[in-house]
């Protein structure tokens, strides 16, 4: 059984940043792309961002593009997501996905392409 953790969230002001990190424990770390998702009171879960198998290649939502890099480390069997520039509008909890690929660079966006999920970590902006 594929086991994700997620931790780094907390309260920070608006311009503030914070790095989470995604602990695999589980499985193969390297034959996973891995997505970070978010969810705000509400609303439905949203894509974030995502990084292959390599680490060679990611995406983002337009709404982070510039502020939030992600990045893993297979030695680790962890991924990252360091956020910048916060804004207010970025609270939500905040989740992370294995995406089992056979394409080493590829990450996806669609959140019916991931496997497992963490619980989730909450991220709240204040202004």
């Known amino acids: 059984q594929v086991r994700l953790v997620e931790s780094g969230g907390g309260l920070v002001q608006a311009g503030g940043s914070l790095r989470l990190s995604c602990a695999v424990s589980?499985?193969?770390?390297?034959?996973?792309?891995m997505g970070w998702f978010r969810q705000a009171p509400g609303k439905e879960r949203e894509f974030v961002a995502a990084v292959s198998r390599s680490g060679a290649y990611t995406d983002y939502a337009d709404s982070v593009k510039g502020r939030f890099t992600v990045s893993r480390n297979n030695a680790r069997n962890t991924v990252y997501l360091q956020m910048t520039s916060l804004k207010p509008e970025d609270t939500a909890v905040y989740f992370c996905g294995t995406d089992y690929t056979y394409n080493i660079d590829e990450a996806r966006r669609y959140s019916h392409d991931y496997d497992y999920w963490g619980q989730g970590t909450q991220v709240t902006v204040s202004s």
């Open positions: 589980g499985g193969t770390f390297r034959d996973y792309a």
